[in-house]
């Protein structure tokens, strides 16, 4: 038969109105006034195939939240099999013949167009081309094989033996290694990769860039060692006991004066914290808790508010399109590490902050003052857990990632030998080593996911949130003081106008030239560590 | 294109081996020893397409449970976009080309059959009959008008406010006549929709059954009255404030002596309790929680566990089969109100309940015995909500359902109307009269879920049990003893062996005759009811 869904939004969305910053930078195309002429035959069927594809995928998403939270240990069975039919579904939207006409119209399509228009073609396209790439067998194939990786990820966390999870991680690996051919690359296998979450970057476009970073974070490390500066601030006051009902109360107040709307959205624990979102409307995150951390739980609630943020941030008007997401997962990490690493590790929050902390938890702060929090969050101390990184010597967490994922799907190593290479680079650049697994290789859920080409990620975010921070510093009135008092708004309604409401319209590039006027580049993020280090240890 | 899922059960389920009970009734079939030798030319693409309408309808299944366990309000729009999307999937397998020609294949099968294999065709001929009457646009509005409805009528049950509801309830009424009219029926319009819940039960068959039970009650009720015994026993105690938690926890420990399995299913929080399953491996029920109404958790908890035990317990072989169901409606009622009705509300329950009560309250219990809750829990009060109601009285709330029902679907009133006669029969059989609509006609969430024609299923529920209760007492060796020491286990053993592991393989007739020896009858509930009355009030 032919499968036809009479879904209902067979007409573009009315009343989008997205304006560009004002003072956007030079390459700024202007959008508003395009959009209300916007009138192409074909683009009715673009969006009730978008839609069509989106539904799936939210439902697809709420199985994946739900097998991280709530489901039941019993329930993969069965959720293995309702998550790859769902898969299977949206691609066969994809690469049905319905789709081919639409993409056919769109590449001989000469008539007016606006830049709105030019996007949705640009996304469609984008999701299309990929989805013929792949097989339907392979899509099979690959959604069941991620939910067993995801559970023996679990069970070889809980018991760190890798040994566990070998076997199951491999076959994605493979299943990556095939996927990267069907998609075609032209130097680099590992690129396929990439380009699925920072289109365009490439393992030669991150070498450089990279390399500078390591080399820079190691200098500064290896000075911090020489002057004696390690162990010179005491931190030991944030492992003492923190009952973790505390610590929710606070990452809820965070939320809250980070605008995060409860009404659309949810905060539940899991054993990884992460950002899903089924709608602008329905975006929920998670966090971990442990009494004896409270950098943990604190940090990675922000984290995922930031994600959480922009998600609720997208114009409404793109749900069911390719652009009701994130520009890409770089700029998803920048809103999420603007949040957790910059903001959040100012001295001016935790003036706001130690308030708090001393109302939750009478007693314990009581002879910490905010400069004792300031430089106790800042502590530069290799470590071996990514996510309690500290700013300095994250990026080196991210680049160890980024070349054994290089060496993986380029066939140099096999995934039996992940935990050695991962001690060495670890002791390396890092000078630590991990005892066993668990805070070894097996830390992250992401290659049970099968996300690699991921990792990266972070550190482009990290790259753009430095970019951001140090414009938002020239476009925020009294910027610290608003932190010093916790109104974290007037941030979050920076952000909102200058990235989220677009979505996925603009590309990264784009965007960050328009809110910057800089293309991606890695000085502002240097400067800021330095800076930040001398404040701190000088 | 043609719409071709390539799931990997292309085989038939292996090594099932579901033995009949030894003692089975006259009607019995032997099963087992057929089982192994099926063998027809067209069964794997049957099995291919039930795994695929299971998939999708577990998918949705669990989209329903998060709207109401965790889903933020916001999340609404979305969720119902979703829903639809699976609900006219599922629909459109069954409408296939590939669906047609197994019905085709399946109707001109002449071959060797079995039970087994009769089984299957009868269930899949069931389903895709139901499936090619109704028209994909049909599907979709209903879906969509289900979603939209159970919202407002949350909104109404706040708000006590009816004609919030009014509206989007009309819209679900009006598409269940159409859906009637698609089904098609010989007499009724409404028998099209009980037959989705029982097959076979027609309003004929149901108003001599329910006339004699609304007579009988409403005698005992009028004889307890005239005797001046209404308001003799004590149960004032069971509406003292008992804080949630404790609550809970004698719930859990109850879902453990029913042995309910934790790591195949889950227990959470919701308006309206309820059960549902994405496989028999992930079964979750839900209950509520008042601190000034011990009865309502305990009771609901109950009964959804005794719903859950069913769906825990079919042969798991059966799970992406049209048979990894309840036999009926019906039927699964019996499940849920042998266990809520009749076993907790037995003396010996609490004899053992109340060792446990008097540990999670400490000191509230101390001069109230076993005899006490026996007769408290028991105790005939006509009142106004139907799961708080007694034995006796509950058949005449769902009798008044019955009647409303059978009126709307015929058009003979109107939803506006639903209000007042709620009222006046409310006032007629049970001599009350809700102070408004939440304590009214709002109460229930299943008319927002298009659930016409089910409620007739709970008081079928009831005369399953009596059968079935009639039946355990004669079977289960110290049965009475075993309920005093919480050994609850041997009744979800019998049970299970009786009636769940077969799933939906059996009709309710064949079932309960093979258990009981009988058809369905009202005669073990009236002089089980009759009996209580006596030992509790004379």
């Known amino acids: 038969m032919v499968f036809v869904l009479t879904i209902s939004m067979m007409n573009p969305p009315a009343n989008i109105a997205i304006a560009k910053p004002k003072n956007a930078g030079a390459n700024a195309r202007p959008m508003s006034s395009l959009l209300n002429k916007y009138s192409v035959v074909n683009t009715p069927s673009i969006f009730a195939l978008m839609a069509k594809v989106k539904d799936i995928e939210g439902a697809s998403s709420l199985l994946a939240w739900d097998q991280e939270t709530y489901m039941p240990p019993g329930g993969l069975e069965a959720r293995s099999n309702q998550t790859a039919a769902l898969d299977v ?3 066969s939207y994809l690469i049905s013949d319905e789709a081919k006409s639409i993409s056919e119209k769109i590449r001989n399509f000469s008539g007016y167009s ?16 990929k989805a013929v790439k792949l097989p339907e067998n392979f899509v ?7 939910t067993i990786a995801i559970e023996s990820w679990k069970k070889a966390y809980k018991e760190s033996d890798f040994r566990i999870y070998e076997k199951d991680l491999s076959k994605v690996i493979e299943l990556k290694i095939q996927e990267a051919e069907y998609l075609g690359y032209e130097n680099n296998r590992y690129d396929a990769l990439i380009d699925l979450y920072e289109p365009g970057i490439t393992v030669q476009k991150l070498i450089p860039i990279f390399d500078k970073l390591k080399n820079k974070s190691i200098d500064i490390l290896n000075k911090l060692k020489e002057d004696e500066k390690l162990d010179t601030i005491n931190d030991a006051f944030l492992k003492k006991s923190y009952p973790s009902e505390g610590q929710l109360k606070f990452s809820k107040l ?17 054993m990884h914290p992460f950002t899903t979102s089924f709608s602008t409307k329905d975006v929920r995150i998670t966090t971990r808790l442990s009494d004896n951390e409270l950098r943990s ?11 959480g943020l922009y998600e609720q941030g997208i114009e409404q008007e793109l749900n069911r399109t390719f652009a009701a997401d994130g520009a890409s997962y770089g700029m998803h990490e920048s809103q999420s590490l603007i949040w957790e690493n910059i903001i959040a590790r100012t001295h001016e929050f935790w003036t706001w902050g130690i308030t708090h902390l001393r109302q939750i938890y009478p007693g314990s702060f009581n002879n910490i003052y905010s400069i004792d929090l300031y430089n106790a969050v800042n502590v530069v101390r290799p470590s071996l857990i990514r996510i309690e990184a500290d700013e300095l010597t994250y990026n080196l967490h991210i680049i160890i990632r980024f070349e054994i994922e290089n060496l993986l799907i380029n066939k140099k190593i096999k995934p039996y030998e992940i935990p050695d290479y991962w001690r060495n680079k670890y002791r390396e650049y890092l000078g630590v080593i991990p005892p066993n697994d668990t805070f070894g290789c097996l830390q992250d859920i992401h290659w049970s996911h099968g996300s690699f080409g991921y990792f990266p990620s972070y550190t482009l975010g990290k790259l753009y949130a430095a970019m951001l921070w140090a414009k938002m510093n020239q476009e925020i009135p009294n910027l610290h003081h608003e932190i010093s008092i916790g109104n974290f708004g007037v941030i979050r309604n920076w952000l909102k106008l200058k990235i989220h409401r677009f979505g996925k319209l603009e590309t990264p590039e784009d965007l960050i030239m328009d809110v910057t006027g800089s293309v991606l580049n890695e000085e502002p993020f240097i400067n800021y560590i330095t800076k930040k280090i001398q404040d701190i240890y000088y």
């Open 297 to 307: 739980n604190i940090f990675s609630t922000i984290h995922e508010l930031g994600h």
């Open 254 to 270: 965070v939320a809250d004066k980070m605008t995060f709307d409860f009404f659309n959205g949810r905060l539940d624990l899991s």
């Open 89 to 91: 579904i949206s691609h």
């Open 140 to 146: 099979l194939e690959y959604s069941r094989a991620k």
């Open 114 to 129: 606006n830049d709105f228009q030019d996007s949705m073609f640009r996304l469609y396209l984008r999701e299309y081309d």
